[in-house]
């Protein structure tokens, strides 16, 4: 019988680049695609995406990429991996909706692409893939069961359980309760709200404290900032706009397409004379207005920052604005959200956070139910830091599952599964790939590096005329730099630099190299020199130039 497999390429140390490989005989299905947001100390990088060489070196077996839900860390990277690898790519209706929009934003074509119902079974490969309604912070997320050989595995995606949506149905615990008592193999899991104990917030308790924040601040204007994808949200605004007879502009690029995929295919319903266009703002009185905003990826900060800091074309902050906060500040933006709240403040903004914000992830008591619901024999957290994954492995521990048989593994980790065990029996080598800007092509870690080097000591230039014929030293040579101040006030370095530059441009024609290893080699010597006499370590360009004499 053949070995299951599982491998995590992303997912399974930090929040977001979610990809993992299930692997059977000769089938390897992909469950997500996702990329990752940068840290701030990455000058130029939009993103990161899986390594997904292992997938290149088998291609043949590789037969789909099955999505949970259309967040961008599930469905971000597929666009940047289909090309090399063109498989079909299933999901949701919002979910592929959202994946051919992306699809044609890089101007891919012919890729193959099907919509699941939730409740369905499709075959891809040798597998047979369930799909099991959910709720997120998005429509249309499901739960995938693959049924393997050696049992069922179970991928959560991204969970919680909302039993009053907004949006949608409840999640399908029966039909969770069902597999669990066929017995279900292992469950990679959601692991991001395991420190956090009980139920996580329903929608519907939000909906109420919005109320609250509608009707006290009727006579104001309102800026209410949310994440793009939650359209639970948005249909809770649009309904409460209704109600007390606001007009709802929205603004933010990714907000405004997945609205529109979502009410293409009908999950929401807009009350009439209620959504307004943002360039018909002024028709109306301050205290109309409910501006809905989110940023350019999604983040609830971005935009809100650029209004407080009056760097919006359209929006500015007035006196008495009431500006709710129903998100919070995702991994890396607090200094950058303190920063925005200190300005509106400033600029005389009423800011509000009451409790208008309810996570998409399942807290500690819903990983409990879902542990109990399925009785899994093996449990492998995913999605999320080790801390994260670490708590619910003491989830799973407390309802009776052996802590050997709960896994906490890392990236890269190839973890085998029979019917009666998993465990880690090798690894593949990762590299993290790195999304340059909005350029649609990853970068070189070696480019990265210089951007780090430019930031931090600036960059010399250093340009040499040459004879064509002999390649001998023609005219001046000419240093200037950008972000460098070690030449500002010390010329004694800077005819140091010329001189270097002299002795090696003569040591390198004497040896009847004039190309690329000359200019090399030059700027390495200079490089050694300013890091010797300044401790600094610019980047150094040296340049030939060929004239005729």
Same mark, same amino acid.
């Given at each position: 019988m053949s070995t299951v497999k599982i491998i995590p390429l992303g997912g399974f140390d930090k929040i977001g680049m979610n990809m993992t490989l299930i692997e059977c005989g000769d089938s390897i299905v992909a469950v997500d695609c996702g990329m990752s947001f940068p840290p701030t100390n990455m000058p130029g990088i939009s993103g990161t995406i899986p390594d997904v060489s292992y997938l290149k070196e088998n291609s043949a077996k590789f037969k789909g990429i099955v999505l949970t839900h259309g967040h961008e860390d599930h469905i971000g990277a597929i666009p940047y991996i289909i090309r090399e690898l063109p498989v079909p790519i299933y999901g949701t209706p919002l979910t592929i909706t959202l994946v051919e929009e992306k699809l044609s934003d890089f101007g891919i074509k012919g890729v193959k692409t099907r919509a699941i119902q939730a409740g369905k079974t499709?075959?891809?490969?040798?597998? *047979?893939?369930?799909?099991? *309604?959910?709720?997120?912070?998005?429509? $249309?997320?499901?739960?995938l069961a693959f049924y393997t050989p050696e049992g069922v595995i179970v991928s959560t995606g991204d969970f919680k359980f909302d039993m009053s949506p907004i949006i949608g149905e409840k999640a399908d615990m029966q039909r969770l309760s069902a597999l669990g008592a066929k017995e279900v193999l292992a469950v990679f899991s959601d692991s991001t709200n395991a420190m956090i104990k009980g139920m996580s917030k329903s929608e519907m308790d939000v909906y109420q404290q919005l109320d609250w924040f509608f009707n006290i601040y009727n006579k104001n204007r309102l800026i209410i900032t949310t994440f793009a994808s939650n359209m639970e949200r948005i249909q809770q605004i649009l309904n409460l706009g209704k109600k007390y007879n606001k007009k709802v502009a929205m603004e933010g690029e990714v907000m405004?397409?997945?609205f529109s995929a979502a009410r293409k295919l009908g999950y929401m319903d807009i009350p009439e004379d209620v959504l307004i266009d943002a360039e018909d703002v002024g028709k109306y009185s301050d205290e109309e207005i409910v501006y809905l905003i989110t940023g350019n990826h999604g983040e609830s900060v971005q935009a809100i920052s650029r209004i407080a800091a009056g760097e919006h074309p359209e929006i500015r902050i007035k006196k008495d604005d009431v500006v709710l906060f129903s998100s919070v500040a995702i991994q890396g933006d607090e200094a950058e959200f303190n920063r925005t709240l200190n300005m509106l403040e400033e600029h005389g903004a009423i800011v509000e956070f009451g409790d208008i914000h309810a996570t998409g992830h399942a807290c500690a008591g819903e990983l409990k139910l879902l542990y109990s619901l399925l009785q899994p024999k093996f449990v492998i957290p995913a999605h999320g830091e080790y801390r994260y994954r670490r708590e619910a492995k003491k989830v799973a521990c407390g309802i009776g599952i052996s802590s050997g048989n709960v896994l906490l593994v890392r990236n890269g980790d190839v973890i085998e599964l029979t019917a009666d065990s998993c465990k880690v029996t090798g690894r593949i080598a990762l590299e993290e790939v790195l999304i340059d800007g909005y350029e649609k092509s990853s970068v070189a870690h070696k480019i990265l590096e210089e951007r780090q080097k430019l930031s931090e000591s600036g960059i010399v230039v250093v340009e040499?005329?040459? $004879?064509k014929k002999s390649g001998r030293y023609a005219s001046g040579v000419n240093v200037s730099s950008k972000g460098f101040v070690g030449l500002r006030n010390n010329p004694e370095l800077k005819r140091r630099i010329q001189d270097v530059a002299l002795s090696e441009l003569s040591r390198f024609v004497n040896q009847g190299v004039r190309d690329e290893r000359a200019e090399r080699g030059i700027s390495e010597a200079i490089r050694a020199?300013?890091?010797d006499e300044t401790g600094k370590d610019p980047i150094v360009v040296a340049l030939l130039t060929e004239v005729m004499l």
């Amino acid at each position: 019988m053949s070995t299951v497999k599982i491998i995590p390429l992303g997912g399974f140390d930090k929040i977001g680049m979610n990809m993992t490989l299930i692997e059977c005989g000769d089938s390897i299905v992909a469950v997500d695609c996702g990329m990752s947001f940068p840290p701030t100390n990455m000058p130029g990088i939009s993103g990161t995406i899986p390594d997904v060489s292992y997938l290149k070196e088998n291609s043949a077996k590789f037969k789909g990429i099955v999505l949970t839900h259309g967040h961008e860390d599930h469905i971000g990277a597929i666009p940047y991996i289909i090309r090399e690898l063109p498989v079909p790519i299933y999901g949701t209706p919002l979910t592929i909706t959202l994946v051919e929009e992306k699809l044609s934003d890089f101007g891919i074509k012919g890729v193959k692409t099907r919509a699941i119902q939730a409740g369905k079974t499709i075959v891809v490969g040798d597998f *047979k893939v369930e799909f099991i *309604k959910t709720n997120h912070s998005i429509p $249309d997320s499901v739960m995938l069961a693959f049924y393997t050989p050696e049992g069922v595995i179970v991928s959560t995606g991204d969970f919680k359980f909302d039993m009053s949506p907004i949006i949608g149905e409840k999640a399908d615990m029966q039909r969770l309760s069902a597999l669990g008592a066929k017995e279900v193999l292992a469950v990679f899991s959601d692991s991001t709200n395991a420190m956090i104990k009980g139920m996580s917030k329903s929608e519907m308790d939000v909906y109420q404290q919005l109320d609250w924040f509608f009707n006290i601040y009727n006579k104001n204007r309102l800026i209410i900032t949310t994440f793009a994808s939650n359209m639970e949200r948005i249909q809770q605004i649009l309904n409460l706009g209704k109600k007390y007879n606001k007009k709802v502009a929205m603004e933010g690029e990714v907000m405004l397409r997945v609205f529109s995929a979502a009410r293409k295919l009908g999950y929401m319903d807009i009350p009439e004379d209620v959504l307004i266009d943002a360039e018909d703002v002024g028709k109306y009185s301050d205290e109309e207005i409910v501006y809905l905003i989110t940023g350019n990826h999604g983040e609830s900060v971005q935009a809100i920052s650029r209004i407080a800091a009056g760097e919006h074309p359209e929006i500015r902050i007035k006196k008495d604005d009431v500006v709710l906060f129903s998100s919070v500040a995702i991994q890396g933006d607090e200094a950058e959200f303190n920063r925005t709240l200190n300005m509106l403040e400033e600029h005389g903004a009423i800011v509000e956070f009451g409790d208008i914000h309810a996570t998409g992830h399942a807290c500690a008591g819903e990983l409990k139910l879902l542990y109990s619901l399925l009785q899994p024999k093996f449990v492998i957290p995913a999605h999320g830091e080790y801390r994260y994954r670490r708590e619910a492995k003491k989830v799973a521990c407390g309802i009776g599952i052996s802590s050997g048989n709960v896994l906490l593994v890392r990236n890269g980790d190839v973890i085998e599964l029979t019917a009666d065990s998993c465990k880690v029996t090798g690894r593949i080598a990762l590299e993290e790939v790195l999304i340059d800007g909005y350029e649609k092509s990853s970068v070189a870690h070696k480019i990265l590096e210089e951007r780090q080097k430019l930031s931090e000591s600036g960059i010399v230039v250093v340009e040499i005329c040459i $004879d064509k014929k002999s390649g001998r030293y023609a005219s001046g040579v000419n240093v200037s730099s950008k972000g460098f101040v070690g030449l500002r006030n010390n010329p004694e370095l800077k005819r140091r630099i010329q001189d270097v530059a002299l002795s090696e441009l003569s040591r390198f024609v004497n040896q009847g190299v004039r190309d690329e290893r000359a200019e090399r080699g030059i700027s390495e010597a200079i490089r050694a020199l300013i890091s010797d006499e300044t401790g600094k370590d610019p980047i150094v360009v040296a340049l030939l130039t060929e004239v005729m004499l």
